[in-house]
């Protein structure tokens, strides 16, 4: 029996890397909807900064996820396979889920910083759809991950996502939303430093 990781590293480093986006995207997931409802009401306690780690450590684990798969010795992946929809072969309808997914929640995250150029109320508009992404590639983790079919795996992937999904339920089923404080205008960077 071989032991030597070393062929498979870049295949440990994605799985690894897609697990760590799966439960940062939960979590960031659970955390959105906890503050767009009443069921969350943090007294002086504002929980966007951690939103926003949860986010873009998401968006980290995503493009390490797809970049570890181009030193796979056994998918060979060309750069076209992991970033476009439909072009590569393996399992083609999960992979491209996951490539949409992907991005869906790459582009939904760094929205974020562009929220005044194209306007708060659009913008909450279109990070709704930050959900249906994820969805998207919680799909794509059940359906084509390696590991989809082991009991550790579901029950990781239900520790996770059973939470965001009943949120996303009960945001959908009528879940009042939270009236939005007065925001305090963010600081310049000259008030900043």
């Avoid at 997931?29 to 951690?50: F, I, N, Q, W, Y």
């Avoid at 974020?112 to 994820?134: E, K, N, P, Q, S």
């Avoid at 550790?152 to 939270?178: D, Q, S």
Wanted: hydrophobic content about 50%; overall charge positive; glycine content about 8%.
């Amino acid at each position: 029996m071989d032991t030597n990781p070393a062929p498979h590293l870049f295949w440990i480093t994605s799985r690894a890397a897609g697990f760590t986006a799966l439960v940062l995207s939960s979590l960031a997931v659970c955390l959105g909807l906890l503050m767009s409802t009443k069921l969350l009401r943090p007294k002086g306690v504002d929980l966007r900064v951690t939103h926003e780690i949860l986010s873009l450590s998401t968006i980290v684990a995503i493009v390490v996820h797809a970049a570890a798969l181009l030193g796979d010795k056994f998918l060979h992946p060309s750069l076209a396979d992991i970033s476009i929809p439909f072009v590569s072969g393996y399992k083609s309808a999960w992979t491209t889920l996951g490539v949409v997914s992907g991005w869906s929640l790459i582009a939904l995250g760094l929205s974020y910083y562009a929220r005044r150029r194209i306007g708060v109320a659009r913008w909450r508009m279109l990070h709704r759809f930050t959900a249906l992404a994820w969805l998207a590639g919680l799909t794509h983790s059940v359906g084509e991950g390696t590991d989809a079919g082991q009991v550790w795996f579901l029950v990781m992937v239900a520790i996770v996502a059973i939470p965001a999904l009943a949120l996303l339920a009960t945001r959908l089923l009528g879940g009042e939303r939270r009236a939005n404080p007065p925001r305090r205008a963010e600081p310049s960077l000259a008030e900043a430093g």
